[in-house]
Structures are given as structure tokens and as C-alpha cells.
């Protein structure tokens, strides 16, 4: 489980490294497999927000089976499906926990050199830090009306 977050930067070739504490929730063959790095955009702000997803080889082949029953019938689900996988690409992990991001999609999610990476429990999350600290405060400013949601009794 991925969970916490962690200032990181991007280095000049484009890599990040997968933090200490988030390489213990990967097994040896999805570390040996890699990781698939999918382009999101978070529109509950108000404002679209693009970041980087990125998913261990198990949590990447879960979420695109239940996205794909759900698709059997549902056309908006199948189109959902076709543009998560067309702004996906896996990549590897090498020895040093580094992660080679593609260009196309540092330049979607405005990556720069510093940024945040945050534990998202199944996946790893990527923000520009800037963005992260946008979504941070709104985060700050909603989180009771989720608790009042969540935690409501029936």
C-alpha cells in the first residue's frame, strides 16, 4: 500500500525515483516487470489539474478489469478505457528505483524539476509542486464534508 508523501525532484534525464518507503509495496517481479505511468487530470477543483498515476503491474491489471466489465456495457466506459489506455506507457524500473518518464508526459502534466510524490494506496501519484499545493489546500478545506459523507450512519 502506498501511502504518505514525498518531495522529490525530477532529474535532468527525465527520471524519478520511487521513494524508500513505497519500494516495499512492490514484489520482486513487479519491481523486475515495471510500472505503467498513465496521464490523469483531477477536475473536482474547479480548475483541471494534470498529474501522473503510477501503477504496480497488479494494481494496473485490476483496474483495467474491472473498468473492463464494466465497458461490456457501457460505452462511455469503453471509451473511458481506450483514452486511459492511450495516455498510458510502461516503463522500467532500474536498479536504483529510477523510473524514466516519457516526454509527452512530463509535458501533460507540467512536471518540473521539484515535485511531490504522494501514496494514492494502490498507485503513486506525481504532482508539479505547485499543483500539489493547490490541491493540498482544497484538500485542507474540504476534508470534514468527506468525513461527514464517509462517515455517516446510515
Not at 532529474?11 to 517481479?29: G, N, Q
Not at 474491472?66 to 457501457?74: L, M
Request: aromatic share 10%.
Amino acid at each position: 500500500m502506498f501511502v504518505g508523501q514525498h518531495h522529490h525532484t525530477l532529474d535532468a534525464k527525465k527520471r524519478i525515483v520511487i521513494p524508500s518507503k513505497f519500494r516495499l509495496s512492490f514484489t520482486p517481479e513487479e519491481r523486475e516487470e515495471g510500472i505503467y505511468v498513465n496521464l490523469t487530470t483531477a477536475k473536482h477543483t474547479g480548475t483541471p489539474l494534470s498529474y501522473l498515476n503510477l501503477y504496480p503491474p497488479t494494481a494496473w491489471t485490476t483496474l483495467l478489469e474491472r473498468i473492463g466489465k464494466i465497458a461490456e456495457s457501457s460505452e462511455k466506459a469503453a471509451w473511458y478505457l481506450r483514452k486511459l489506455a492511450s495516455d498510458t506507457e510502461f516503463c522500467r524500473i532500474d536498479p536504483q528505483w529510477r523510473v524514466l518518464i516519457p516526454a509527452r508526459l512530463i509535458k501533460g502534466s507540467e512536471l518540473k524539476r521539484d515535485i511531490m510524490i504522494v501514496g494514492g494506496n494502490d498507485h503513486i501519484e506525481i504532482w508539479n509542486i505547485e499543483k500539489w499545493q493547490q490541491i493540498g489546500q482544497w484538500l485542507d478545506e474540504h476534508t470534514s464534508e468527506f468525513e461527514k459523507d464517509i462517515y455517516r450512519t446510515p
